[in-house]
């Protein structure tokens, strides 16, 4: 049977795993086999624990457009079963779930990346969706929070706010790649993005150096102090944001970007 393996070690390796143990000072931990998913998940992406302690992964399923994107559900005895059909944008028929967090109430936040197939009905058509939960755990309703986007990609919830990543903001005049971290209220609804400087909800940008690998922001987490962490691979091992008062972003580790206060 075809089947699409997925590899779980730390999730901080995602970020700091080309750094080497004399960089960083400890051994990280290695990378081992932990589930085989079956042919309905053909392309893994973002994953998620629930608030029951269950693994979610989103499966856009990139790899066989013929499989409905879905959510995976991972028992912490590592029994898996399909949880829910991601709902499709209407005018594409299709969805693509690639980041995805929970909020303090157990609603699931999932960026819908449209574009990343690159067909023409997808362009612009990204959304950050809310899924709101019954307290049997059925989808009782799906909610828009930001639409028209160019290219969601991860997505992080914290104090009330959801952080998401656009890894391409080609509306943005550059001579390299550009790309940034937006930021929404948990209770914003159908906020339409122009992917431009004119978007009140975004935060940062960043321009991706590197002209072979024109990439931008990707992953995104914080740690227990508050740091945003997001990654950009073809650049360094990552790019940190830190959180001060009044909501400003610094980068420490990059040397190109924009800040908006």
């Known amino acids: ?66 499989t409905p994107a879905c959510l995976m559900r991972i028992t912490p005895d590592k029994q898996i079963s399909k949880w829910i059909d991601v709902p499709v944008l209407a005018e594409t028929g299709v969805a693509c779930p690639m980041g995805i967090a929970f909020n303090e109430k157990g609603e699931l936040y999932i960026c819908d990346n449209q574009g990343w197939s690159g067909s023409e009905q997808g362009r612009g058509k990204g959304r950050l969706l809310k899924l709101v939960f019954d307290s049997q755990g059925m989808l009782q309703e799906t909610i828009t929070v930001a639409c028209q986007m160019e290219h969601p990609n991860g997505v992080r919830v914290r104090n009330g706010k959801v952080y998401v990543t656009q890894s391409l903001l080609s509306a943005i005049p550059s001579d390299c790649l550009v790309s940034g971290v937006y930021c929404f209220n948990e209770g914003d609804c159908g906020i339409a993005i122009t992917n431009t400087l004119e978007d009140k909800n975004l935060l940062v940008t960043v321009t991706t150096r590197n002209p072979q690998v024109q990439y931008g922001l990707d992953g995104i987490v914080f740690d227990k102090a508050g740091n945003l962490y997001v990654a950009i691979l073809v650049m360094e091992p990552f790019i940190r944001l830190y959180w001060m008062r009044k909501e400003k972003w610094y980068p420490i580790r990059y040397g190109h970007r924009t800040v908006r206060s």
């Open 1 to 66: 049977m075809k089947t699409t393996f997925l590899l779980i070690g730390l999730f901080l390796c995602l970020l700091i795993g080309c750094c080497s143990e004399g960089q960083t000072g400890k051994k990280l931990q290695v990378s081992t086999l932990f589930m085989e998913l079956p042919e309905i998940c053909p392309t893994p992406d973002g994953m998620a624990i629930a608030p029951d302690g269950n693994l979610i992964v989103a499966c856009p399923n990139f790899a066989n457009p013929a």
